[in-house]
Each structure stands twice: as C-alpha cells, then as structure tokens.
C-alpha cells in the first residue's frame, strides 16, 4: 500500500477553513512538506515543518505535526476559490539524497 | 531560465519505439530529480542526480529506463521499447542541495504510448 496516506477529496465553500489530513509512516522522517498542484502547472512547494515542532503558521497555513500517531495536517484559512488545487503530503525519506515520497494528492474543490 | 524546463510537454509514441524526455534544471541547482505521475496519483520517485553522477536509482521501474546528466545541468531520461504501461506524466525536479527537501518542480512531459 501507499506509505503516505491522504484522503482524496474535499469540498468546501469559500470563506470556509480546509483541513486536509495525511498520515506518514516512516518514523524518521524529518522533515514533511506540502506540495500544492495547479491544473496544467508543475508541484509548488507550499510549506513544510521540521520533525521536532508540533505547529507551523504561515499566514493562512497551519501545519500540525502529531508524531505519535504520525499524522500531518494542512489547515487553510479563509480558502478562496484560487485555493482549488490537488495537495500533496509528502516525507524525506533519505537525508542523504533529498528523496520524496508523495502521498496521492487531496484534490480541493472551493465552491463560491 | 526561470524555472525548470522540461521537452516536449506531449509525447505520443506507439508501443515498442525508443523516447527521450528532457530537463534543463534551474541554473546553479547540483540536485536534478525524475519523478513519474500516473493519474490520480502521487509524484514516484525515479532517480536522484547529485552533479553528474546517479546518487540513488532505486525508483527506475526496469532496465528499459535510463537516465544521463553528463554536464552535471541537463538531463535526459530514456526509454526503450516503450509498453502502454509508460504513459504518465515524467515530472523533473531541481534543487540547491540534497537536503533541503525543497524540489522546484517543471510542468512535465506527458507521455502517451498507444
């Protein structure tokens, strides 16, 4: 099965706060990223968070960090239509090399 | 450039020919990425370059793929005898160092074997 986990889809309505969740299974992994993918445009890194934090907040973006259970949140506030997009968790699998490994994406849909 | 450029942004090929796919990475980037995207899938990791030399090949479905740096910029993932089960979205990545975890990625080469 996938080693990074995500659901696929979320629907909110603009104005609305997203949570897009995932779950990780390599305990080691230091640091966890979102990646954000527009139709017809390559992956944009979003954000990321250090293994060692618990919360991360860049403006609109919250990242929660839970090691124990190893899940990783993505909270948006406010979301506005040009937040519909496909989101990719994705974990640092090897220091040494840099080398990602993408959960399968939550696709975004914000209604007006 | 400004960003990653990666050619031809489509590609259709019959079952059995040979294709290359290109990456100009971003200027004074050491670490070049090949990741390949199925639909509705995530990004699978393919190969690693540090410089010139494959770092980590671990991803590479088969012997029919290849990839070269040999200028330590440009890259060049290979193909042969292409399978239906090749058509995806080959997706180049760059970045400053290994470590960093931030790739810059292209918009891709889509690839369709028929």
């Known amino acids: 099965g996938e080693d990074v986990e995500q659901s696929l889809f979320l629907s909110v309505r603009e104005g609305d706060s997203s949570v897009i969740n995932c779950t990780y299974t390599?305990?080691?992994?230091?640091?966890l990223y979102w990646y954000k993918q527009e139709p017809g445009a390559g992956l944009q890194l979003l954000t990321y968070i250090f293994s060692n934090m618990d919360m991360k907040q860049d403006q609109r973006l919250t990242v929660l960090l839970n090691k124990k259970d190893k899940h990783l949140s993505l909270r948006i506030a406010d979301t506005q239509t040009g937040d519909s997009a496909i989101y990719f968790c994705a974990e640092i699998r090897s220091s040494n090399t840099g080398k990602l490994i993408f959960g399968q994406g939550t696709t975004l849909q914000v209604k007006p | 450039g400004a960003g990653v450029s990666q050619t031809p942004s489509n590609k259709v090929t019959e079952k059995g020919k040979y294709v290359e796919l290109r990456c100009d990475p971003i200027?004074?980037?050491?670490?070049l990425y090949w990741y390949r995207q199925s639909l509705g899938q995530g990004p699978e990791f393919l190969i690693y370059f540090q410089g010139t030399g494959a770092a980590d090949d671990s991803g590479l479905p088969n012997d029919r793929f290849f990839a070269v740096r040999p200028e330590g910029s440009v890259s060049t993932l290979k193909i042969q005898r292409t399978e239906r089960g090749d058509s995806a979205v080959y997706l180049c990545a760059s970045s400053l160092g290994q470590q960093t975890g931030e790739l810059f990625f292209g918009e891709g080469s889509r690839l369709t074997v028929l």
């Open positions: 200027s004074g980037h050491t670490a």
């Open positions: 390599d305990s080691s992994s230091t640091y």
